[in-house]
Structures are given as C-alpha cells and as structure tokens.
C-alpha cells in the first residue's frame, strides 16, 4: 500500500485557470497530502496511455477523474479503457467509467421512471425510427423537453411546444401530430427560440441520436422550471449544499445555467430537508435500478419543482451529473476536505 492518490486531467479545455489546471484540482490534490497522503497531478494523452498505465499501477493506490468527457484528446473511448484497465489492476476508481455511464447518462431518468423520483411518461429513443414514429404522438399531451445525452451546459436540450395556442389546447391527446405542424423550440444553452416545422425538427435532432452512446431523452416539461432548479451536491452519500438555480426572467427562458443569466443561491441541505431526506430515501434504488453499487465521489442531482395533487410541493428529479462536477465557487466552503477524507476512506476500506 503506497497510501497515494493520482489525480487525472487533460491539457487545454475551457475549464482551465492559468496555472493549467482546473481551480478545484490543486485544492483537492493539496488536502489529500494534507492528511498525510501523497498525491500526483498526471496528464492522459491517448499516446501516452500505456506509460501512464504502468506509472499509476506501479505508484498509487487509486484514481480521482476531473476530465471533462468533451475535452478528452482522441475521445472518451481510450481514456475510459485506461481508468477500467486500473481498475482491474486493484485500484480503487473514482468514478470509474461505469459509474459515469450508469449515473451521468440521460437515460438514467427513463431507468428511475417507476420511483416516485421521475414522471411516468418519460421515454428515451436509441433509434431514429422509434424516435420518429413516437415523437409526434408524445407531443399532443403537451410541451416536451428533448435533451441529448452527450451535451452539457445545456446544448441540445429543447424545449418544444405548439406555436398555435389554439391547437394546443384542442389536440387530442394521443393522435399523432402532422409533420408540417409549426413548432416554438427553444435552447436551454442561450434559451434562444426557434420556429420549426415538426418533420424538420425531428430530422434535425437525429444528429442526437446516431453515433456511440446517442440517444435522446423525452419528458415532460415542467412549468415551475421558471421558479428554478434545486441542485444537490453529494460527496459520496453526503449532501454538502443545495443550490437554488433560478432561470433570467422573461419569455420562455427556462435554463438554469450561469451563461444564461439564472441566479445562483447557496443554501446548507437543512434548508431542504424534504427534498434531501427524499433523495436520500430513493438512494438505494438509485443504485439498483443504474447497477453502480459504488455511488460517484463528487456528483449532484438536479431537482424540479412540481405540485402534488393535494397541492403540496413535489420534486422531479431532471438528471445527474458525475463525470466531472466543477465546485470552484465552493472552495470557501472546505469541499475539498470532504472529497479528501472520502477518497481515502474508500481507499482504506478496500
């Protein structure tokens, strides 16, 4: 047991500060050695895989990811097989690649759509044909929101509805659309607003679909979006904050996103207690029903607000993001401490 931990990234990328790293790596690298644990920055670069591989097998005793899957040289295809060959060498990954799959994937909302976590009617299309033979029926019960799988920051999530207000409320629910229906899609990235035929749309969104791991998620949209999205940031099982993501006002803006506009609120998870007690609740099958036994080291869950038919507050959950959750405007608040004590517990378990 060397007692080290290697912390992985890439060279360049957006998400970089000007010592070359991203702003909450050196945080978490410098609280691991300061329990007394030696930790490493390395670079992945696909020519340098097999090197890495020996060096890290030979030198520590796990892995902490903070690459973003979009900035990985040569795709996520090599970079995720080197992460699973140390896994199988014995180190302990965080998060291996089949938990960011499992967790960080769209369709994981359409896996929890029996739990009182996501609405029933929420589907996913792996294939343009499903897509297109459904897509039109889906939207006579209301506007949609359709979110591709590899996007971040809200590229490739649209929210879709009906441009004629009059045919939205006479459609009948369940008769299949036609193609030449006018259609108001907006972007959740810029929440810029398009007008589209449906036919066109749809043949424009299958770009989301074909290609390795594609597929687009369709759920329903959630009107008090506009109130908000209520974040939850877990380190392992342990709920840090909550963060209260509220939407720029106006038209049919509904991204939570900072480049969009929306305010960010901090708030300690007692302030949400329903809403943190629920999560915690429907953990356990979180884990079953995405088959990840272990739970990602940093992630968080994005919530929505609903309303219960007895008029009560509900929450729906919109997705969860593991990959490489960014947490610098939190550094103040002592995360990497707990990101620390985490991964070495995880360590010292094994």
Same mark, same amino acid.
């Given at each position: 047991?060397?007692?080290?931990?290697?912390?992985?990234?890439?060279?360049?990328?957006?998400?970089?500060?000007?010592?070359?790293?991203?702003?909450?790596?050196?945080?978490?690298?410098?609280?691991?050695?300061?329990?007394?644990?030696?930790?490493?920055?390395?670079?992945?670069?696909?020519?340098?895989?097999?090197?890495?591989?020996?060096?890290?097998?030979?030198?520590?005793?796990?892995?902490?990811?903070?690459?973003?899957?979009?900035?990985?040289?040569?795709?996520?295809?090599?970079?995720?097989?080197?992460?699973?060959?140390?896994?199988?060498?014995?180190?302990?990954?965080?998060?291996?690649?089949?938990?960011?799959?499992?967790?960080?994937?769209?369709?994981?909302?359409?896996?929890?759509?029996?739990?009182?976590?996501?609405?029933?009617?929420?589907?996913?299309?792996?294939?343009?044909?499903?897509?297109?033979?459904?897509?039109?029926?889906?939207?006579?019960?209301?506007?949609?929101?359709?979110? @591709?799988?590899?996007?971040?920051?809200?590229?490739?999530?649209?929210?879709?509805?009906?441009?004629?207000?009059?045919?939205?409320?006479?459609?009948?629910?369940?008769?299949?659309?036609?193609?030449?229906?006018?259609?108001?899609?907006?972007?959740?990235?810029?929440?810029?607003?398009?007008?589209?035929?449906?036919?066109?749309?749809?043949?424009?969104?299958? @770009?989301?679909?074909?290609?390795?791991?594609?597929?687009?998620?369709?759920?329903?949209?959630?009107?008090?979006?506009?109130?908000?999205?209520?974040?939850?940031?877990?380190?392992?099982?342990?709920?840090?904050?909550?963060?209260?993501?509220?939407?720029?006002?106006?038209?049919?803006?509904?991204?939570?996103?900072?480049?969009?506009?929306?305010?960010?609120?901090?708030?300690?998870?007692?302030?949400?207690?329903?809403?943190?007690?629920?999560?915690?609740?429907?953990?356990?099958?979180?884990?079953?029903?995405?088959?990840?036994?272990?739970?990602?080291?940093?992630?968080?869950?994005?919530?929505?607000?609903?309303?219960?038919?007895?008029?009560?507050?509900?929450?729906?959950?919109?997705?969860?993001?593991?990959?490489?959750?960014?947490?610098?405007?939190?550094?103040?608040?002592?995360?990497?401490?707990?990101?620390?004590?985490?991964?070495?517990?995880?360590?010292?378990?094994?």
């Amino acid at each position: 047991m060397h007692q080290s931990i290697v912390v992985f990234e890439v060279e360049g990328g957006s998400d970089k500060y000007f010592d070359g790293h991203r702003k909450d790596t050196m945080p978490i690298v410098r609280a691991i050695r300061d329990a007394g644990w030696k930790s490493e920055v390395v670079y992945y670069r696909p020519e340098w895989a097999e090197d890495l591989f020996t060096y890290v097998s030979e030198n520590f005793d796990a892995y902490i990811s903070r690459v973003n899957p979009g900035n990985i040289p040569g795709g996520e295809k090599g970079y995720f097989d080197l992460l699973t060959r140390l896994s199988e060498a014995g180190l302990v990954g965080m998060s291996t690649p089949e938990e960011m799959m499992a967790y960080g994937a769209k369709d994981a909302l359409v896996k929890l759509n029996q739990t009182d976590l996501v609405p029933t009617d929420t589907a996913a299309y792996y294939d343009v044909e499903s897509f297109h033979q459904t897509f039109p029926t889906s939207l006579s019960y209301g506007e949609r929101v359709l979110k @591709q799988n590899r996007g971040s920051t809200g590229s490739g999530i649209w929210r879709v509805q009906l441009e004629d207000k009059d045919l939205a409320a006479s459609v009948q629910p369940g008769t299949a659309l036609p193609l030449d229906t006018k259609l108001k899609c907006t972007e959740a990235v810029d929440n810029h607003t398009e007008i589209r035929e449906l036919g066109e749309f749809m043949d424009f969104c299958d @770009q989301y679909i074909i290609g390795d791991n594609g597929m687009l998620v369709d759920m329903r949209f959630m009107p008090r979006i506009v109130e908000g999205e209520i974040r939850i940031l877990l380190v392992g099982p342990h709920p840090v904050f909550v963060v209260h993501k509220k939407p720029a006002a106006g038209g049919d803006n509904f991204s939570a996103t900072l480049f969009s506009g929306a305010q960010y609120t901090y708030d300690k998870p007692e302030s949400w207690q329903d809403l943190v007690d629920m999560f915690a609740e429907a953990r356990p099958v979180i884990a079953e029903k995405l088959g990840g036994d272990n739970i990602p080291l940093i992630w968080t869950a994005d919530f929505m607000l609903d309303t219960a038919e007895d008029g009560s507050d509900t929450y729906v959950l919109g997705e969860i993001n593991c990959s490489c959750v960014g947490f610098t405007s939190e550094l103040d608040m002592g995360i990497q401490e707990l990101v620390a004590k985490e991964a070495i517990g995880r360590v010292l378990a094994k």
